[in-house]
Nanobody
Framework: VQLQASGGGSVQAGDSLTLSCTTS????????LGWFRQAPGKERTFVAS????????YYTESVRGRFQLSRDDTKKAHYLRMNDLKPEDTGRYYC?????????????????WGEGTQVTVSS
């Protein structure tokens, strides 16, 4: 089981980034997918998820309206489009997958993790 994240970088406040994650070794269409992030000195927290059917998306309050999560089952990939980035969005972003059709919000309950990609937003 492998999840590979990419697309991070260093940007200015107000800029946009798109994170990508590809998955291998799993029955992709049955998985819920998402992203967690970890700010310096803090625990990993939920950012966004999409259900296994792709019909439902969920976002933490601080990113709702700015971030958009999508999935492409033909490519076994999911994407996090991040608009109007803020310094508080800085952190390491981890792509994740869960065997449940709707992802759990607690980091220690999520089944599969990628290595992560760094996002740094300067003011």
């Amino acid at each position: 089981v492998q999840l590979q994240a990419s697309g991070g970088g260093s940007v200015q406040a107000g800029d946009s980034l798109t994170l990508s994650c590809t998955t291998s070794g799993l029955t992709f269409s049955s998985l819920s997918l998402g992203w967690f992030r970890q700010a310096p000195g803090k625990e990993r927290t939920f950012v966004a998820s999409i259900s296994s059917t792709g019909r439902s998306t969920y976002y933490t309050e601080s990113v709702r309206g700015r971030f958009q999560l999508s999935r492409d089952d033909t490519k076994k990939a999911h994407y996090l489009r991040m608009n109007d980035l803020k310094p508080e969005d800085t952190g390491r972003y981890y792509c994740v997958a869960d065997r449940l059709p709707i992802m759990r919000y607690e980091a220690d309950e999520v089944d599969y993790w990628g290595e992560g990609t760094q996002v740094t937003v300067s003011s």
